[in-house]
């Protein structure tokens, strides 16, 4: 049966990595062509297995399992494979197929089949209109990220997932840093090469803890495998079995090591306090930002707590699952009153998914297995739409800059290293919705869906039951502060898509942004097929209890992984209908939009916000009028219309509560600290005990050549002067005269003869 | 007349009254002369020279014991002949090594002639 | 009467011989032996052995000495009469010389020499020369190589080389 394929999907990927690296690395369109090949046949496929395992009944129970043994642990094998179940299945339905619509909008993002540019720089984005000439890479790369993310979901063992997701680490950081000879004037923005440095690292903090929990799991139930580790006595065992830590007195061991395996995914998803290293990872191509940071790679942290929730609920009120709603719901509001604050497009984005995916944690602390996991796959289609119109509208800003500012202004103004003007800064485009109707409208629709839009869009479903969920198991608090979070979220959304498409453009590049180029059509296809995914796809999880159409709704979803949920032990009907949460979710929605609009209209339109001073409107308005005149290509001067009113923490928020720059302190003193240690130890330990060792040697040799120039030399040459000196003195006998030998010879001759004739006989 | 060693109880060999002990005194003492000569003269003709006194006094043995002996068979002439062949050979080959070296060497003292030294 | 002539035949040659080993001159020196030979030629005649006295004479005076005498003239220029005649180790060739006189007399006196005292042969060259050509053909011939052998190999040693 198709399952037996599984192994396949992540394999393929893999295998256009391999072929193109070791192959095809010149040519770009072919390295591009074997990527989507491999990406594609694993979508086909992946498809065709999640299909069949929905159709199958009792998966959840009984998972279908693809391993071998593979480690040898003393007397026993650790086995390690594949597992086909529902949560699996409804990944394998949405990971292969963004990865595919991402990679094929690569291709028109990368430039694939244009020329390379006059001024063609290796690991620095390309020109406009031109070919990056790192392409080959790029897709190699993104085919390695997406058999880890495949790998990853389908991985029936935490080492094997582990395995999985540090690939998908190296391939962020690979990623992120691909334009990795990029610099800055500015000293204090970051550079793709330290920003993937930054990204790994963070991760890292996570991975390390997480590691310890499964070390810890492994000792405590001997196996990596979710079957064994998920029986029910396993589980009890872990939960009523304590260990006495410092602060926190006996705790259960499914609460240590839940709280630590979660830690790695606080880093992995971008929470609170790990979440500095998102929005600095928007320096990697737009793409990557799509796929990497909004669709999969972050949702991977989401996933793992979703697969090991047997553990976490394991403890019956426990802390883990306390803390992670916690956390999630905290990270939501603090990242969105984040991204109220921010100019770029990208970083707006950024700290949404950071906002969102606390959404999803604290819909799983508070139990909402089902919920989490339907806002998981909603969040990666809107969110990668999100993304990819962005990039598509900073494409179409370059291109005007380029087109607009290249006519008039010198070329010597635009160099790839200089930043002077920021086609991502949103403060420069506006009126972009005319110029760009695709882009325009699949974005909106994209943000329709993160505002949650009642009824017509899959965020609002998957939304709504996250707060339905925390209303209904009575976490009040934490019912609001996502409500309000909601309203924020709508409001930056539509401060977002004024400042972008609507009002008047404020920018000469913004006036001549255009979606002509043939790379756009590689990019807005795959838009299109994500804006019907971002309406569609709440369409199968709507409640039946929901009022009207309820009853239309067989709320498959819920059947699929509710059956994950009633494996565990857990009763999972759907929630009883109730009114507050869901008017809550429309006022949130509706209301922040409005919000919104009604904000940013006059911004937009290039007017003055109310509160400005008379001359500064005269400033603002004149500037307005000059740009649109002019080729003035600098940041405007026009204020946002929040800075005033909410003063300085208007600032606070831009500077992202100076997070960033309270662990640069951190970490740059511990490094110093470390430094000085390791130098102490070098010259003060380490060094003596090599220079002994040497002196040590030296020493030795030279005794050693004394005792051979002394002892053994004096015997051997003593040797041969004694026999020397003996045969000198033999050899006086030689004297060399015929007559001395006669007479010896004569002497003996006749003593011989007399000797032996006067011998008595 | 010279009185003569006394050997109890044997008559004196005698031929018309020479004792055969006479000739073999007489060669005995020729020998060693010539062993003087041969072992003590610096000149290598010398040397050669007290080498045929030896050899004639080896001769003079031989046929003072064919004289006193028997008379008959012929063998200590034969044998004296050769010995003096034998000396006539050996000198000319002699003379002209000496001949030779005095040639190379300048020199005709045996001494001289020590290369095989050491 | 034979007893006196032994004596004076003994006498020369022994005082010949003497002055042989011990003369300054080597020129004197051949002459001694010269005399010397005769001496001994005069035994052999004493001894009944003719033939042998003249093959003495014709030999050893008239080759050998001469030789002698030829090689000494040829050598002449590099003996000093000053030179001393005798080496380092004269006084141990003496001593030694007379102590094997020493000893030979004794045993010579000593010994009981099986003798008969028969008359020497008339024909004793007949029976000579029958002798070296019948029972000791072989080394007649052998002793006329090695002269053979001698002659060529003294003519190639003292050579001239004027090439």
């Known amino acids: 049966m198709i399952f037996r394929l599984v192994w396949l999907l992540p394999l393929l990927p893999f295998v256009g990595f391999a072929l193109i690296v070791l192959f095809t690395n010149r040519n770009k369109q072919l390295s591009a062509g074997l990527a989507i090949g491999g990406i594609g046949i694993s979508w086909l496929l992946g498809w065709a297995i999640a299909f069949a395992a929905f159709k199958q009944e009792g998966l959840a129970a009984n998972p279908f399992r693809l391993s071998r043994d593979w480690l040898p642990t003393g007397s026993t094998w650790q086995a390690f494979g594949f597992a086909v179940d529902p949560l699996s299945a409804v990944m394998l339905f949405m990971v292969p197929f963004v990865c595919l619509l991402i990679f094929v909008y690569s291709v028109g993002y990368m430039g694939v089949g244009k020329s390379e540019g006059h001024h063609a720089m290796r690991g620095v984005p390309a020109e406009p209109g031109h070919v990056d000439p790192l392409s080959s890479r790029f897709f190699a790369y993104i085919a390695l990220f997406a058999c880890g993310m495949i790998g990853l979901v389908l991985a029936d063992n935490l080492i094997l997932l582990m395995v999985f997701w540090e690939l998908m680490g190296l391939c962020s950081y690979l990623l992120i840093g691909f334009w990795y000879a990029r610099k800055y004037d500015d000293p204090t923005k970051i550079t793709p090469k330290q920003a993937g440095l930054k990204a790994f690292l963070t991760t890292r903090v996570g991975d390390t803890i997480m590691l310890a929990g499964i070390v810890l799991l492994l000792v405590q139930t001997g196996s990596f495998s979710f079957s064994t580790i998920f029986q029910p006595q396993t589980l009890a065992t872990l939960a009523s079995t304590t260990v006495n830590l410092p602060v926190f007195g006996p705790t259960p061991w499914a609460t240590v090591i839940a709280i630590l395996i979660f830690c790695g995914a606080i880093g992995k998803s971008a929470q609170f306090p790990l979440h500095v290293w998102l929005p600095d990872a928007m320096e990697g191509p737009t793409p990557v930002s799509a796929l990497i940071h909004a669709a999969t790679m972050v949702s991977a942290g989401v996933y793992l707590v979703i697969r090991t929730y047997p553990l976490m609920a394991a403890v019956e009120n426990g802390a883990a699952l306390r803390l992670i709603m916690t956390i999630g719901t905290f990270t939501a509001l603090f990242a969105a009153t984040i991204a109220v604050a921010q100019n770029d497009i990208k970083k707006v984005l950024a700290y949404s998914t950071i906002s969102q995916l606390g959404f999803m944690f604290a819909a799983l602390g508070a139990g909402g297995y089902v919920a989490a996991t339907f806002h998981l796959m909603t969040h990666a289609f809107f969110k990668a739409l999100l993304f990819l119109g962005s990039g598509s509208v900073i494409h179409g800003m370059e291109h005007g800059h380029h087109e607009g500012a290249g006519r008039a202004a010198s070329p010597t103004q635009v160099r790839p290293n200089e930043e002077r003007f920021d086609p991502q800064d949103m403060r420069n485009m506006g009126g972009l919705f005319r110029r760009m109707p695709r882009t325009a409208w699949t974005f909106i629709i994209g943000g329709m869906a993160l505002s949650g839009l009642p009824f017509v869009t899959a965020g609002f479903w998957s939304k709504d039951e996250i707060l339905a969920e925390s209303f209904h198991t009575g976490h009040r608090v934490v019912f609001i502060v996502l409500a309000v979070t909601a309203l924020v979220t709508a409001f930056y959304t539509a401060r977002q898509i004024m400042m972008t498409f609507f009002g008047k453009p404020r920018t000469a590049a913004a006036e001549h942004a255009n979606e002509h180029d043939s790379a756009f059509t590689w990019m807005t296809w795959p838009l299109m097929v994500l804006a019907v995914f971002a309406i569609a796809g709440g369409w199968i999880g709507i409640s039946t209890t929901f009022p009207v159409l309820g009853v239309l709704s067989r709320n498959a979803f819920h059947h699929t992984i509710g059956a994950m949920v009633e494996a565990m032990g857990i009763a999972a009907e759907e929630l009883p209908f109730a009114a507050t949460p869901l008017l809550a979710s429309i006022v949130a929605s509706l209301g922040g939009l409005a919000l919104g609009w009604a904000v940013y209209r006059a911004y937009a339109a290039g007017r003055f916000a109310p509160g400005l001073s008379p001359l500064q409107r005269q400033e603002s308005t004149l500037h307005v009028q000059e740009s649109t005149l002019h080729v003035q290509e600098t940041t405007l001067h026009v204020p946002d219309p929040l800075e005033r009113p909410m003063g300085r923490v208007y600032g606070w928020l831009q500077k992202k509560y100076r997070i960033d720059e309270l662990y640069g302190a951190f970490v740059t003193s511990t490094l110093r600290l470390s430094n000085w240690l390791f130098r102490f130890d070098d010259v003060l330990v380490i060094d003596p005990i090599v220079d002994g060792a040497g002196r040590l040697g030296r020493r030795l040799s030279e005794l050693s050549r004394w005792s051979d120039t002394h002892i053994v030399d004096a015997a051997v040459n003593g040797v041969g002067r004694v026999i020397g000196a003996a045969g000198g003195q033999v050899r006086r006998i030689q004297t060399g005269k015929v007559q001395n030998y006669l007479l010896v010879a004569l002497v003996t001759l006749s003593v011989l003869l007399f000797a032996f004739l006067l011998m008595p006989k | ?118 | 009467m034979q007893q006196v002539i032994f004596a004076l035949l003994g006498l020369i040659t022994l005082g010949a011989a003497v002055m042989v080993a011990a003369s300054r001159s080597l020129l004197r020196s051949a002459l001694w032996l010269i005399l010397s030979f005769l001496g001994i030629a005069g035994i052999y005649i004493l001894l009944q052995a003719e033939f042998l006295a003249v093959v003495q004479v014709l030999v050893y005076v008239g080759a050998i000495a001469t030789l002698i005498i030829f090689a000494i003239m040829l050598s002449r220029n590099v003996m000093d009469p000053k030179e001393p005649r005798f080496n380092d180790q004269w006084g141990l060739a003496g001593g030694f010389a007379a102590l094997l006189f020493v000893v030979l007399a004794a045993i010579v006196t000593r010994v009981h020499w099986p003798i008969s005292g028969a008359p020497a042969p008339p024909d004793a060259i007949t029976r000579l020369g029958m002798d070296f050509v019948g029972a000791y053909a072989v080394p007649f011939e052998v002793a006329s190589v090695l002269l053979v052998v001698a002659m060529i190999g003294a003519i190639i040693i003292a050579r001239e080389r004027d090439r």
């Open chain 2, 1 to 118: 007349m010279i009185p003569l060693p006394a050997v109890e109880g044997l008559p004196l060999p005698t031929v018309e009254g020479v004792p055969l002990t006479w000739y073999l005194l007489l060669a005995a003492g020729l020998f060693c002369i010539g062993i003087v000569a041969a072992l003590a003269r610096r000149n290598a003709i010398g040397v050669l020279m007290g080498i045929e006194l030896m050899l004639n006094a080896v001769n003079i043995n031989l046929i003072a014991f064919w004289r006193y002996g028997v008379t008959s068979v012929m063998t200590g002439q034969v044998f004296a002949v050769f010995v003096i062949t034998v000396a006539a050979a050996e000198a000319a080959v002699g003379l002209a090594l000496i001949i030779g070296v005095y040639r190379q060497r300048r020199t005709v003292t045996v001494e001289d002639l020590d290369l095989m030294k050491g």
